[in-house]
């Protein structure tokens, strides 16, 4: 019982940082996929989908949380200077 109170307070931390920093009109996947990009060097559609934590959703959901995070402006992407195949998607500061 302990933990799912622990687990609920540290929920509720969450909702509050996330309503502090703005994001909190984005869906839970734009919210994670923000969050690899952001904590991650070099981070793109592949390798999102390659990560543990992301192969509970499709490929199209990724590309379409990515999709809204470009046209929110919140992440850029430009082509990778080693695989020109890949966009490399940073936070906007």
């Known amino acids: 019982m302990k933990a799912l109170e622990k687990l609920f307070e540290l929920r509720r931390s969450l909702d509050t940082y996330e ?5 909190d009109q984005l869906s839970e996947v734009e919210k ?6 952001m904590h991650s060097k070099d981070a793109n559609i592949t390798k999102i ?10 490929l199209s959901t990724i590309k379409r949380a990515v999709g809204v995070l470009l046209t929110e ?5 430009t082509q990778s200077s080693v695989d020109k195949r890949a966009m490399v998607l940073e936070y906007n500061k």
């Open 49 to 58: 989908t390659k990560d543990q934590y992301f192969m509970k959703y499709s």
């Open 32 to 37: 994670s996929v923000l969050e690899f990009v």
């Open 19 to 23: 309503r502090e920093m703005g994001f």
């Open 73 to 77: 402006n919140i992440i850029t992407a």
